[in-house]
Each structure stands twice: as structure tokens, then as C-alpha cells.
């Protein structure tokens, strides 16, 4: 492979090799024109060198959207680690991570991904301090699912006043597919406000906590929905809390429901799905701007911690996502393609802005210190 053409769009990309300890990884920068890339660390037992570049190539990619589309002062930026997550981890080998991060003089900001937990980062921290996410009492800001969750529900919020001009979110129904750590609350804070829920969930026990939960609500109205049977739910709003992938030209045919809301990361199988949902008239909620409250938290532990400045923030996953509608409606195209344009605009308008003050910026990369 002609590993220059690979990384065009990418700033620079960082192979980590210490025999020491056994880390392999790249760290790949998609883009600084915000600020100092951040993005995850997966770890993954990949098949090949080209798997794990491929994967950190598209993740930092997503990353410098989600950053732009949440309005953060970061770019995107994500590491790979390639290992079994269940074998390789020792505390040496995030340390040697830790150190790689550092050399790169805070320019990129790491924490938790797939295969990896916040305590990982406890030892890549003793060598970095461009570590976010950490467990609380390292001074991370906690469970990440709780911004989340409430951005679903400020999509929900701004996609049903789309679909009929309602604010009230309670008088809708809605089939949720994962009760994990974002479903359940995305559910819970439904079954607040009324609604009528059908959910899905591979973990008998979550539904049960549900089902309990919603007596305490005074809100029973929970049906059980079992697999893919999901999809085929009569009801307004889809809202997949769980795996990536599920908007296909399969499961598009089976929708009934009148829009698409929800956490899990990479829901269009391709981009193309969101033009087929545009012909079908299902409105679709682009992911990478409804989940960002987590990452809007992790970005936030920066300025040091403040949850009202979090929710703050989150709550203007309503507003972005309104004007995203609103485009997508005027020129005719999916919402992930309004969503993107309203991404690149951002971006656009901030590289005008930082090459006007070239010459008296301050330094760019020093955001904790
Ligand atoms: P989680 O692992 O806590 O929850 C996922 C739930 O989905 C689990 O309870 C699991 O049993 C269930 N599940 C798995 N396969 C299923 C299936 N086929 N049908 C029904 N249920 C199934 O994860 P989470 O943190 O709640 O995240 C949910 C989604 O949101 C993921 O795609 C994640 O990448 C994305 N996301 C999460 C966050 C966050 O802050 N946690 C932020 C952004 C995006």
C-alpha cells in the first residue's frame, strides 16, 4: 500500500513499537484546525497492520465531525492498540502508551474505547497528563452515559417537534433496542414523561430492572420485544441503544416508525441508507450528533469539573440538530449529509479564523496547563 495516499486527509499518524513491553499501536491525528485532537483508545486482537490503520484512520476521521458538530475546541484524533484485550493488557504497556501520547506534546488527547476502562488510563496517566476520562477519584467526571443519554432525549425532544410540531415527547411511543447504560436512562426519562415503550434487550435482567423501574414511575407501559423483532415495532420513534450497523436495506424495509433517535455509534450501515430512509420518510437523527454528551463531558474535564457546564452544552444537541433538519428540508438531502456540511462549515469557518490571527495565536496545545 501506498501509505501516503492511505493517510491523506490524516495530519500525522504515529506507529508505536516498544518490545519492552509488548505495545503495538497507532495513533492517528485526522485533523487540529479546533484544537488539540482527541479521540478513544481501542484495543483489539486486529488481523493485520492494515486493519488496525484502516480502523484508526476512520474513527479519528468520525472524531473531528463529532468534535466540530458538538462545537468542542478539539479535532479528531484515536488510538489503536493491536491485542486481546482479555490477555495483553498490563499496567507496563499503557504506561509505555502514556509516554508515546506525551511525546506528542499535547496535540491529542486519549481515554477509554472499546477494550479498554477508565483504569487503564490510571496508568497511562503517570506518564501523560493528556489522559481524559478518568475514573472519579483520579479527578475524571464520572459515568459518561449520563450526558449521554440526555442528549437522546434533546434529539428525541427536537425531532418531535419536527415531525408534528409537538414539544411533548410523552405522548409518543417508542421501540428501544439496548437497555444498557444509555437505553436504560434514554428509557427511563421516557416512562417519566408518559410514553409508551417497547424495548429489546439481550439481558433478561435489564428488562426486569426496567419493569420495576416503571412501577416506581407509575409508568407500566413497557412491552417486551423479542430480537430483531425490533424492527417491525408500530411505533413513532426507533431508538437503538445498542449495536452499529442496523439501518440496512434489510431492517429499512421492516421500519414502521416515523423517525430514528438514538446512542449506538455507526447506525447506517453505509451513508447511502440515509438517503433511503430520506425516500421512505423516516426521519433520521445523524448519531454522531445525538450521542456527543459523553464526549462533550470528557472534553469539558479539561476546564476541571462542572456538571451544570456539561448539561449546558449537551442541551445544545437540541438546537444543532433542529438546524440540521431544517437544511437537510431546503435543499433536499439526507440529514447525515446536512449533518457533514454543517460539520465542514464549522470547520471552514474556524481555519478563516486561525489563519487572520496567525501571527499573535496563543499557543494552541497547552489547554490544561
Ligand atoms: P452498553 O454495553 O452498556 O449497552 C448496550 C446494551 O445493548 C447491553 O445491555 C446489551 O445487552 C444490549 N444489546 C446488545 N446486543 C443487543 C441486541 N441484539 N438486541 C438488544 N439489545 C442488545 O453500552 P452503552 O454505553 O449503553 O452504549 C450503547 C450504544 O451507544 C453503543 O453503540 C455505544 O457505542 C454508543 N455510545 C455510548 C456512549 C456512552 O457514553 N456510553 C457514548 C456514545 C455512543
Known amino acids: 500500500m501506498d501509505i501516503f495516499t492511505e493517510i491523506k486527509s490524516h495530519e500525522q499518524v504515529v506507529i508505536c513499537n516498544d518490545p519492552n513491553t ?64 482479555a490477555k495483553d493488557k498490563t499496567p507496563e504497556l499503557f504506561r509505555s502508551l ?53 442528549g437522546v432525549v434533546y434529539g428525541i425532544k427536537a425531532t418531535s ?10 405522548e409518543k411511543s417508542y421501540a428501544i433496542q439496548g437497555l444498557g447504560k444509555v437505553g436504560f436512562k434514554v428509557a427511563e426519562q421516557l416512562l417519566e414523561e408518559g410514553a409508551s415503550l417497547f424495548v429489546s434487550e439481550i439481558n433478561p435482567h435489564a428488562i426486569d430492572a426496567l419493569i420495576k423501574r416503571g412501577k416506581e414511575i407509575g409508568n407500566e407501559f413497557i412491552k417486551v420485544v ?16 445498542a449495536l452499529g450497523g442496523i439501518i440496512n436495506d434489510e431492517t429499512i424495509e421492516r421500519l414502521k416508525v416515523k423517525a430514528i433517535v438514538g446512542s449506538a455509534n455507526n447506525q447506517l450501515l453505509e451513508d447511502y441508507h440515509g438517503d433511503v430512509l430520506l425516500k421512505k420518510g423516516i426521519l433520521y437523527a445523524p448519531d454522531y450528533i445525538v450521542n456527543a454528551g459523553g464526549l462533550i463531558q470528557v472534553a ?10 456539561v448539561m449546558k452544552k449537551t442541551k445544545a444537541i437540541y438546537t444543532s440538530l433542529l438546524e440540521i433538519y431544517r437544511t437537510a428540508e431546503n435543499m433536499h438531502i439526507s440529514t447525515i449529509q446536512s449533518a457533514n456540511q454543517f460539520c465542514e462549515q464549522r470547520l471552514e469557518m474556524r481555519k478563516q479564523r486561525n489563519s487572520f490571527f496567525s501571527h499573535h495565536r496563543r499557543p494552541k496545545w497547552d489547554v490544561r496547563h
Open 98 to 150: 502514556g509516554q508515546y501520547i506525551n511525546s506528542l506534546n499535547g496535540r491529542y488527547y486519549t481515554g477509554t474505547d472499546m477494550g479498554t476502562t477508565p483504569e487503564d488510563f490510571v496508568h497511562a496517566m503517570k506518564e501523560t497528563n493528556c489522559i481524559v476520562g478518568l475514573p472519579e477519584e483520579y479527578g475524571g467526571s464520572g459515568d459518561s452515559s449520563i450526558p449521554t443519554a440526555h
Open 300 to 309: 469539558d474535564e479539561l476546564y476541571g469539573p462542572n456538571k451544570q457546564r
Open 226 to 241: 423479542s430480537g430483531n423483532d425490533i424492527y417491525g415495532v408500530d411505533a413513532d420513534v426507533f431508538v437503538p441503544c
Open 22 to 85: 509488548g505495545l503495538k499501536a497507532i495513533i492517528a491525528i485526522h485533523n487540529t484546525t479546533l484544537g488539540p485532537a482527541t479521540g478513544g483508545c481501542r484495543m483489539y486482537p486486529y488481523k493485520s497492520f492494515d486493519a488496525a490503520l484502516n480502523d484508526a484512520l476512520r474513527l479519528s476521521k468520525g472524531m473531528t465531525y463529532k468534535c466540530a458538530a458538538a462545537d468542542l475546541d478539539f479535532g479528531g484524533g484515536k488510538t489503536v492498540i493491536i491485542g486481546d484485550p
Open 161 to 170: 417537534e419536527v415531525l408534528d410540531g409537538s414539544k411533548s415527547i410523552g
